[in-house]
């Protein structure tokens, strides 16, 4: 079956653009998990979805980050008025019910670079 | 000082080595996961425990919750095993948040 896909697999902005980061997660999972990763870094956690409801947003930076999950399936992340230091990889995971208990399946990532 | 610190940050290793990297947290936990990413962004999991010991195949998995301390261990490693291995916790409490180290970078050379 189908494993976490997310779009696009590159984004080149500039700074103070909009952007949009989409994840599919596994069909049925129904926790899903967005995180950061810097270079070199090991990756930071930013929202965990539970449902269509953001159970843990306690790791988003700031108000320009925003996500999504209207229908408990796929989640945008929105990032407002983009800075060079959001310059990272995007990872979107789902779990089929709790991360803390389940598997977490990670998909390939987003490469955002703000100019 | 990180709630998760991985050591070493380098390792280099000959083909058929038997390798450990090891993992040390600072919080309580309810889970511990060990992640494997390789060059390009992809991670897979490996493990998650709570407790004593995993295996799957050549990978071998402990934990020590009275040390907060975890290890990962490869038996008779080989290049494909060149990769970043990352720990991660959960929180006690069963929080959904993971809490990573920086990573270990493995080079397995033939």
Redesign the interface.
Known sequence: GAGVSQTPSNKVTEKGKYVELRCDPISGHTALYWYRQSLGQGPEFLIYFQGTGAADDSGLPNDRFFAVRPEGSVSTLKIQRTERGDSAMYLCASSLTRGSTDTQYFGPGTRLTVL | KNE?EQSPQNLTAQEGEFITINCSYSVGI??L?W?QQHP??????LF?LSSGKKKHGRLIATINIQEKHSSLHITASHPRDSAVY?C?V?SQG??????????TKLTVNP
Not at chain 2, 40 to 45: D, K, M
Request: glycine share 24%.
């Open positions: 998760v309810s889970a996961h992640l390009g962004g992809g991670i897979v999991s998650m990352i991660a959960n069963g929080s959904e948040k993971l809490v990573f180290g920086k990573g």
